[in-house]
């Protein structure tokens, strides 16, 4: 049987926008398919980090102070969580995430290291970004909707980004796009459900990590998202139309 490990990373304080209904969707479409899927948590007051055996990293946002604190604990696994991603493990990074997985988030009085996994920076501005987004993907046939809340604004240079910015700021007011997708990182200021909402953005999700993991992986099986499909059609048609 096909088997996923699912680590959520720092749960204790990059937890914002209940990320945990993130994993949970992660691990239902797994199971909804008879995948087996398991998750673990690390928290700061864990010791011993281990990602060897783990498929799915998830690192949730978090406010300045929040992610001042978890940078330090962060940068203590940058090597293994670089190998990580250069070895093709997914990584899930929302907001707060996502900005730790740059160079580093330039905030008026201080500046947070980041991870360097992305060729990505972040800089505060002066108003927050905050509202209902749309997002299109040239990988996947559904758009990508959302909630963005968020000071700094990201320039990710030559990064692919996650989508073209329909409705809402995105990376920064005049970017035009949002987020980045790199090997197998997907990582956004969309935060909240935004898996739930996004079927076929979790499922992208979940076919890298499979097919990373078992070579012969053959894809994934239809499930009935008749509920999931209405309310992500709601709000591209509030938004856009
Ligand atoms: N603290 C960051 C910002 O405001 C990220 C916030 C968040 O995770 N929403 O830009």
Known sequence: MMKIKIMHLYPDLLNLYGDRGNIECLKRRLL?????????????????FDISDIDIVFLGGGSDR?????????????????????????????????????KYYKL???????????????????????????????????????FENHGGRTYIGSHKPLGRVVYG????????????VYKNVVA??????????????????LRNALKHKYPGFEGLSELDDKLENT???????????
Not at 66 to 90: D, M, P, T, W, Y
């Open 66 to 102: 929040e992610q001042k604190i978890v940078c330090s604990r962060l940068l203590e696994h940058k090597q293994e969580l670089h190998a990580f991603v250069e070895n093709g493990g997914s990584l899930v990074a929302v907001c707060g995430g996502y900005q730790l997985l740059g």
């Open 231 to 241: 309310a992500n059609e709601y709000i591209v048609k509030r938004f856009t139309e």
């Open 32 to 48: 909804w398919r008879g995948i087996e899927a398991e998750v673990v948590s690390y928290t700061c007051d864990d010791t011993g």
């Open 169 to 180: 700021y995105g990376n920064e007011e005049n970017s035009g796009v949002e987020g980045v």
């Open 108 to 146: 008026e009085d201080e500046t947070i290291q980041g991870l360097e996994i992305l060729d990505i920076y972040t800089e505060q501005g002066k108003k927050r970004l905050i509202g209902n987004i749309v997002l299109e993907a040239d990988f996947i046939d559904q758009k990508i909707v959302g």
């Open 188 to 205: 956004t200021y969309l935060h909240g459900p935004l898996l739930p909402k996004n079927p076929k953005l979790c499922d992208y999700i």
